[in-house]
């Protein structure tokens, strides 16, 4: 096969073909980026720092056509796409800052001056999961971009059409050719030889722990840097003394946004048994209040899932026999329409409280006390992000403090922002993306000693 048809998860019609990159062609992409870098690197920071800031306006110029790509190729609402392409702006803003602050230091030692750099490590290639194409892709390329790597990346084979966007966009705004590369194509083609090839220096990958896992072997055969990004079963902690009200009427957007699609969904609603059953009483209204249909609606507040396979591994979870508490609404018709579905599994052992579904459902189980709480929410190999409501501020710190997990929020469901660190414990991930410190992360430190002795 030597092309794809995107579909539209919404209609289920084809939106474009497009072209697969073949191994041949993979290794003649990473090639131009190897013969690339030494210029790029070469670009002095003040000039790396404009291009980076050139190529945010013209995603920022591009914003409703990069939305509206997002909604048709990936069924997301178009409120939520106009903010990913926005994201995809910011991060390049912010990181544009960072070409002329790589600072060294100075140590002090006998005999000499010692000086540190921070060197760019060379072609840098970034795998891009389905359930975001845009702002994912922006966390690997602008920061690897403002260190002075190069970089190829494959987007999801599902969902290439706004990462071949943004390849035109940089192009437009002056990023020299072959620095920064899109190749639609297979993971086990292209993904592969970003793992296996010597000249690509670091591998970020986001999606499963299954595939994080065997990315992070090969990488290991040569000692290749690798940030992953993966999976999670993420607690929203309710107790007795929170703002219930609240709780319950943004609970669902913690976990339906992008239609569960989130490796951040607080698919695990852990409530204290004393307000479980007015938790659950606030909950139902919430639920069928979710607004799901046409993306492209400025309404909608949920779309479809992306692909008739994924739907079916959704629906595999709710069987004739599945504790269903209540379910929202979906459209019928064409289109892979799951609608809002709150579970009530009997243990944490039941798949429903632990696999990561990744899709629009929800458990809710009862903890007894705080011990409890973070006992429960920590029964998962997983460790991403999660939230904590309470009035408590003694509390929230102990139980952020208790609970294994790189993002929580309290009294929110926030998990991203470009400004902070992200990333997971335990076999969420391995590095973090985003923050002041995530260009460190695609540079290698370089010691330089000068004598000054006689």
Not at 338 to 352: A, I, K, M
């Given at each position: 096969m030597t092309t794809f048809d995107v579909i539209n998860p919404a209609t289920e019609e084809v939106v474009r073909s497009v072209a697969l990159t073949t191994l041949e062609e993979t290794d003649a992409a990473i090639a131009r980026a190897q013969a690339a870098y030494p210029a790029w690197k070469a670009v002095s920071p003040g000039d790396r720092a404009r291009l980076l800031r050139r190529f945010a306006d013209a995603v920022d110029a591009d914003i409703e056509n990069l939305a509206q790509l997002e909604v048709t190729n990936s069924g997301h609402t178009i409120g939520n796409a106009r903010w990913e392409a926005g994201n995809v702006r910011d991060v390049l803003n912010y990181y544009s800052a960072a070409p002329e602050r790589l600072n060294g230091k100075q140590i002090p030692v006998p005999g000499g001056v010692n000086i540190t750099f921070q060197e760019p490590l060379g072609v840098v290639g970034v795998i891009v999961p389905w359930n975001f194409p845009m702002p994912i892709a922006g966390w690997g390329f602008a920061p690897a971009l403002a260190a002075g790597n190069t970089v190829v990346l494959k987007p999801a084979e599902v969902t290439p059409l706004t990462a071949l966007r943004l390849a035109e966009l940089a192009s437009e705004a002056g990023i020299p050719e072959?620095?920064?590369?899109?190749?639609?194509?297979?993971?086990?083609?292209?993904?592969?030889?970003?793992?296996?090839?010597?000249?690509?220096?670091?591998?970020?990958?986001?999606?499963?722990?299954?595939?994080?896992?065997?990315?992070?072997?090969?990488?290991?055969?040569?000692?290749?840097?690798?940030?992953?990004?993966?999976?999670?079963?993420?607690?929203?902690?309710?107790?007795?003394?929170?703002?219930?009200?609240?709780?319950?009427?943004?609970a669902p957007y913690g976990v339906f946004d992008n239609a569960g699609q989130d490796c951040c969904a607080r698919s695990l609603i852990l409530v204290q048994a004393s307000v479980y059953d007015r938790f659950m009483e606030l909950l139902e209204p919430a639920v069928h209040g979710v607004v799901v249909g046409d993306p492209g609606s400025e309404k909608t507040e949920m779309g479809p899932l992306i692909s008739a396979a994924h739907k079916a591994k959704v629906s595999s979870?709710?069987?004739?026999?599945?504790?269903?508490?209540?379910?929202?609404?979906?459209?019928?018709?064409?289109?892979?329409?799951?609608?809002?579905?709150?579970?009530?599994?009997?243990?944490?052992?039941?798949?429903?409280?632990?696999?990561?579904?990744?899709?629009?459902?929800?458990?809710?189980?009862?903890?007894?006390?705080?011990?409890?709480?973070?006992?429960?929410?920590?029964?998962?190999?997983?460790?991403?992000?999660?939230?904590?409501?309470?009035?408590?501020?003694?509390?929230?710190?102990?139980?952020?403090?208790?609970?294994?997990s790189g993002n929580l929020s309290v009294n929110s469901h926030s998990s991203v922002r470009y400004w902070t660190p992200f990333g997971g414990f335990k076999q969420s991930g391995l590095g973090r993306e985003l923050g002041p410190d995530a260009v460190d992360a695609f540079t290698e430190t370089k010691n330089v000693f000068l004598s000054t002795e006689d």
């Open positions: 072959d620095v920064f590369q899109v190749l639609p194509g297979k993971g086990s083609v292209v993904g592969q030889r970003f793992v296996d090839h010597p000249a690509v220096r670091k591998v970020v990958f986001t999606g499963s722990t299954e595939v994080g896992k065997q990315i992070m072997a090969g990488c290991a055969a040569q000692v290749k840097r690798v940030t992953l990004e993966l999976g999670g079963k993420n607690a929203n902690i309710i107790f007795a003394d929170s703002d219930l009200e609240k709780a319950a009427a943004t979870y709710i069987g004739a026999d599945a504790p269903v508490a209540f379910r929202g609404s979906a459209p019928e018709g064409p289109g892979y329409w799951f609608p809002p579905t709150v579970v009530t599994p009997g243990n944490l052992q039941d798949p429903l409280a632990a696999d990561e579904i990744f899709g629009p459902v929800v458990a809710v189980v009862p903890f007894g006390d705080e011990t409890d709480a973070v006992t429960m929410a920590n029964h998962t190999e997983y460790g991403l992000s999660g939230s904590i409501w309470t009035r408590d501020v003694g509390r929230a710190l102990r139980v952020a403090r208790g609970v294994e």
